[in-house]
C-alpha cells in the first residue's frame, strides 16, 4: 500500500466512524423504546427518526453545502437532538446521550475553530442538564462521565485531524521533491545524450572531415605538378563524404522521436524486423516475446535498448550473410534482455578489435555497452566462425539513469 493510499485510508476512517457511532446509538435506541411501550414513542420515533434524516442528508450532500449551510446543518442537528433529549423517558436518555460524541465531531467537522468549541460546550451544557435532570438529585458523576467522553473523543479527533493534515502536507512535499528529482534527472540525461551526440560527431564526422581537408589542401599543392595525383585525392574526398553524408543521415535517424515513445519497445520491435526482412537483410527475421510484459523500463532506457537492436540487425545485414535471424525480447521480474540471433558467417571476437557487429552504426560495440551501462546494463557478444552471432542486451527494471560523470 502507498502512502497515499495510507492517508486517505485513515482519513475516510477518521470521517466515517462518527457516522456509524451515530446510526447505530439511534437504531439501538428505537429498539429499546419500542420495548419500553412509552405514551411517547410516537413523538421520540418522529424526533430521531428526523434527526438520522437530517444527519443522512447533509452527509450525502456534504460536498455542495457553503460553510452558512453546515452551520445551519450542526444548528438543526442540535435542536433535534435536545428535543429528543428532553423527550425521551429516563431508560433512554442515556443510550440518546451517546450521540453527542459523533454530533461533537460532526461540530468539529463542519465549522470553523471557535464555533466548533461554542458547539461542543452546547453539547456539553444540553447533555450535563439532561442527565442532572433525569435523576432528580445532583448527580454529578452521571453527568461527567458522558461529557468527559465528549471532550475526550474531541480532543482525539482533533489529534487525528491534526496528524491527517501533517501526513498529506508531508505526501505533498514528497510529491514535490519527486517532480524537482524526475526533472533533474531528465536534465542530466539530456546532458548526457548530448555528451553522447558529442563523441559520435567526434569519432565519426570531425575526423572524416578533417582527413578530407588535408586531402583537398595536398590536392591543391599538387594540382599543377602532379594533377593524376591531386585528382585522385579529390576523388578519395568525394568517396569520403559519401560516407559521411549516409552517417550524417545515419545520426539525424537517431535523433528523430523515437518509435518507442509510440509504439512502445515489444510494438516498435516488431515492426523493425518486418522492414529488415523486407529490405533483405536475412531470408526470415521473427520476432518473439517471452514473459509478461510489464512497465519496467522509462522510454530512454527503452529506446537505448531499440537503438541496440537497430546497429545489431543493420551488422546482420551489412556482414553476416545470415538466412535466419530471430529477435527475442525476455521480460523478467527484475531486468529486461534482448537476444538477437544469426546464422551468418560469424566472428571471432576476442580477435576481432574492429568487430562489425554495430560497429556501422557510429558507436561500436563499446559505445553500445557504455550507453547499455548508463542504465545499469550490459552487452553480450558470442560468435565463432561459421557458427553464427549472439548479441544480447540486458538493462535492469527500474533503474535510474546515472548521468556521465557517475557512469564514467
Known amino acids: 500500500m502507498t502512502d497515499r493510499a495510507l492517508a486517505n485510508g485513515t482519513r475516510r476512517t477518521l470521517e466515517h466512524a462518527p457516522h456509524l457511532v451515530f446510526f447505530l446509538v439511534v437504531g439501538v435506541a428505537a429498539v429499546r423504546l419500542l420495548a419500553l411501550d412509552s405514551p411517547l414513542c410516537p413523538q421520540i420515533v418522529g424526533v430521531s427518526g428526523l434527526l438520522a434524516v437530517v444527519y443522512g442528508t447533509g452527509l450525502g450532500l456534504w460536498n455542495r453545502l457553503g460553510p452558512a449551510v453546515r452551520a445551519a446543518w450542526i444548528t438543526t442537528l442540535l435542536t433535534l437532538w435536545g428535543l429528543l433529549l428532553f423527550l425521551a423517558p429516563t431508560p433512554l436518555t442515556w443510550a440518546y446521550a451517546w450521540c453527542g460524541v459523533p454530533l ?31 435523576t432528580g438529585r445532583l448527580d454529578l458523576e452521571m453527568a461527567l462521565v458522558p461529557v468527559a467522553a465528549v471532550w475526550g473523543t474531541v480532543a482525539l479527533y482533533r489529534s487525528q485531524q491534526r496528524d491527517a493534515a501533517e501526513r498529506q502536507r508531508l505526501l505533498e512535499e514528497l510529491r514535490s521533491t519527486r517532480d524537482v528529482l524526475a526533472e533533474e534527472q531528465r536534465r542530466a540525461g539530456v546532458l548526457a545524450e548530448r555528451a553522447r551526440i558529442a563523441r559520435d560527431l567526434h569519432d565519426t564526422l570531425a575526423q572524416e572531415l578533417a582527413g578530407s581537408l588535408m586531402l583537398l589542401q595536398a590536392a591543391e599543392r599538387d594540382w599543377d605538378r602532379r594533377p593524376d595525383a591531386a585528382r585522385t585525392r579529390v576523388r578519395a574526398v568525394a568517396d569520403g563524404l559519401d560516407g559521411n553524408l549516409a552517417e550524417t543521415r545515419r545520426i539525424i535517424h537517431d535523433l528523430t522521436p523515437s518509435a518507442v515513445a509510440e509504439a512502445g519497445l515489444e510494438g516498435s ?75 551468418g558467417v560469424g566472428f571471432d571476437p576476442a580477435g576481432a578489435a574492429g568487430a562489425p557487429a554495430l560497429s556501422t552504426r557510429g558507436f561500436g560495440l563499446p559505445g553500445a555497452r557504455a550507453r547499455l551501462r548508463e542504465y545499469g546494463g550490459d552487452l553480450r557478444v558470442t560468435s565463432a566462425p561459421g557458427r553464427g552471432t549472439h548479441v544480447r542486451a540486458v538493462l535492469p527494471a527500474a533503474t535510474p539513469r546515472l548521468t556521465s560523470a557517475t557512469a564514467g
Open 104 to 134: 461533537a465531531c460532526a461540530a468539529l467537522r463542519a465549522l470553523g475553530r471557535r464555533a466548533a468549541l461554542v458547539a461542543v460546550g452546547a453539547i456539553s451544557l444540553l447533555l450535563g442538564g439532561r442527565l442532572l435532570g433525569s
Open 269 to 343: 520491435l516488431r515492426l523493425l524486423c518486418a522492414q529488415v526482412e523486407q529490405a533483405g537483410a536475412a531470408a526470415q527475421v521473427r520476432f518473439r516475446s517471452a514473459g509478461e510484459p510489464r512497465p519496467v523500463l522509462d522510454e530512454q532506457a527503452a529506446a537505448t535498448l531499440f537503438r541496440v537492436a537497430q546497429g545489431t540487425l543493420a551488422n546482420v545485414r551489412d556482414h553476416s550473410r545470415a538466412a535466419h535471424v530471430l529477435v527475442t525480447l525476455h521480460h523478467e521480474a527484475d531486468r529486461v534482455e534482448l537476444d538477437v540471433q544469426d546464422d
